[in-house]
């Protein structure tokens, strides 16, 4: 027979279960909610704080743990959304979201003695297109609460009303947020390149750019294409976008010629195909692309060591 104690260590051993297994959907909601894995394993981490800082009194009151956590984050990154509007105004160049490696890639940090930790990347964020940097970048562009709203209802199927509960609006409201952010979806959104056309594509650029080609780098490129880098004021890079396919591959070869030494690697890049730039074994630059009619249509380099967390150090080639 059980003693009292047993039997509350008993009934908890589930709901703990449950609680602690809704880590990885908060994950996958805060990330697209902020664009920065940083900020969300943050966001996550308040919100269990919350909830392990209630009482057990408290927490047995609350019929659905997932949905509270998930009310909870919801709030969190809302918050974090209207303040990084603010703080994003003074950031040096470019904002662009933290790129993610693929599932066999993922590097979490270093273990005891400098040895790198692989971790299966979907016990953080299922790379799906909801995360191809494209997709994104036009998130970006959206009012918090069109954000949190869309991302909610479209992405992940929560009902207006619970999406309301969240957002602090009426479902109506949260409603026309949703369509609101949809059209803005559908203005930005490029001709859908199958991933193999990627590869070949971005294959095909990272040879050229090698051979320092610079007129296959133009045939690759879109006429109008634009590249977007982040520096985040750490490390060197131009502050505008640079438009037009003849300037940047210009502009690429420029940096082919000023960094020698450079070793580019054809890696997945939230999902899609992209390379990473290395120098000495570190990577340096993580470049995401969007690809309309056979053509680049847009480069996003990343060079913020801070967005590179998941991808230093890892020495492969």
């Not at 908060?26 to 996550?44: C, H, K, Q």
Request: glycine share 8%.
């Amino acid at each position: 027979m059980s003693t009292p104690s047993e039997a509350r260590h008993e009934r908890s051993e589930p709901d703990l279960s449950a609680v602690v297994g809704e880590r990885r959907q908060l994950i996958n909601l805060a990330y697209r909610l902020l664009g920065s894995l940083a900020e969300a394993e943050d966001a996550v981490q308040e919100t269990y704080a919350r909830w392990y800082a209630m009482s057990r009194e408290q927490q047995d009151a609350i019929v659905a743990p997932g949905a509270w956590l998930t009310t909870v984050a919801g709030r969190i990154c809302l918050d974090l959304l209207r303040s990084a509007r603010v703080r994003r105004e003074s950031y040096v160049g470019a904002w662009i979201p933290e790129p993610l490696p693929d599932r066999g890639e993922w590097i979490s940090g270093t273990a005891g003695g400098g040895a790198t930790q692989s971790v299966d990347p979907a016990d953080r964020v299922t790379l799906d297109e909801s995360v191809n940097m494209a997709f994104l970048v036009v998130l970006e562009s959206m009012t918090p609460a069109e954000r949190v709203a869309f991302v909610l209802h479209d992405v992940f199927r929560y009902p207006f009303p619970e999406v309301a509960a969240i957002v602090g609006r009426t479902p109506a409201a949260c409603r026309q947020l949703a369509s609101s952010a949809r059209r803005r979806i559908r203005a930005a959104q490029a001709p859908a390149a199958a991933t193999a056309g990627q590869a070949g594509l971005v294959r095909n650029f990272k040879q050229a750019w090698e051979a320092k080609d610079i007129e296959a780098l133009v045939g690759l490129l879109d006429p109008d294409a634009t590249m977007t880098a982040d520096g985040g004021g750490m490390v060197g890079t131009v502050l505008h976008p640079v438009r037009g396919g003849e300037n940047i591959a210009a502009y690429l070869i420029h940096i082919a010629d000023k960094a020698p030494g450079l070793t580019l690697l054809e890696r997945t890049v939230n999902g899609r195909p992209g390379l990473v730039a290395q120098h000495a074994g570190t990577t340096v630059t993580v470049a995401a692309f969007s690809l309309a009619h056979g053509r680049i249509t847009h480069i996003w380099a990343i060079r913020n060591p801070e967005k590179l967390r998941p991808w230093t150090d890892r020495g492969r080639n």
